[in-house]
């Protein structure tokens, strides 16, 4: 089993990398193989509606990585999204690739299991934890749950790790994560409900 976890931030090695890393760690330790994304110091656009997706086209934008990253979300048993948090919301450039990726995702999310984490200096986590859970709800994906929701504190680089808390909270998740992982496999042969 294997989770992609993706880092909306900008800053390759910063507080959400150290979460999406706690995270990670777990869910290795219980024996699923991870891998940590970086997108967001990148130059993505947001989505034109087009409507290419939609039509069965993928996505228009021929922009880096796209395909590639999409193709891979897909392929993965579940999804791990971390963000900073901008304005009491994800990272801009979090936002044009999850808009895309999730809108051409067209029923290829459904079921897997998905996670979120958000760091900020002080205000605006949870808002930016909703939002990114906004995009699993609509794609029928199962949220794993921690014992609080999954945020913690940072400004400076490796501050989180002292949100001692913070740290404890996606440590849970990462248990939880994978309990929920395994879960959905041993239940393979139970069919999921029909799409409507
Ligand atoms: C453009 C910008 C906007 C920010 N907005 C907020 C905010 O609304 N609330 C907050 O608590 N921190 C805010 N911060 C601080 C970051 O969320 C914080 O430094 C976080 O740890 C960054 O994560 P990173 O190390 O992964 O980049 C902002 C930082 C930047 C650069």
Redesign the pocket.
């Known amino acids: 089993m294997q989770v992609l976890a993706l880092?909306g931030?900008?800053?390759a090695q910063?507080?959400?990398?150290?979460?999406l890393r706690t995270v990670c760690e777990v869910l290795e330790k219980e024996g699923i193989q991870t891998e940590i994304m970086h997108i967001?110091h990148e130059a993505i656009r947001g989505c034109m509606a087009c409507f290419s997706c939609a039509n069965g086209q993928g996505c228009a934008h021929a922009d880096g990585d796209f395909r590639a990253r999409t193709n891979a979300m897909y392929a993965a048993d579940g999804i791990l999204i971390?963000s900073?948090?901008?304005?009491?919301?994800i990272s801009g450039t979090l936002k044009s690739f999850l808009d895309r990726a999730f809108f051409s995702s067209k029923g290829r999310l459904r079921h897997k299991i998905a996670a979120s984490v958000a760091?900020?200096?002080?205000?605006?986590?949870v808002s930016t934890f909703d939002q990114i859970n906004h995009y699993f709800l609509i794609s029928e994906m199962v949220i794993a749950p921690a014992q609080y929701w999954n945020v913690a504190?940072?400004?400076?680089?490796g501050?989180?790790l002292s949100d001692a808390e913070g740290i404890s909270i996606f440590r849970n998740l990462g248990k939880n994560m994978a309990w929920l992982l395994k879960m959905r496999e041993a239940a393979s042969a139970i069919r999921p409900p029909e799409a409507e």
């Open positions: 880092n931030s900008p800053r910063g507080n959400t990398h150290l979460a967001g971390g900073p948090v901008y304005y009491s919301a760091v900020a200096r002080r205000a605006g986590a504190r940072g400004l400076a680089v501050d989180v």
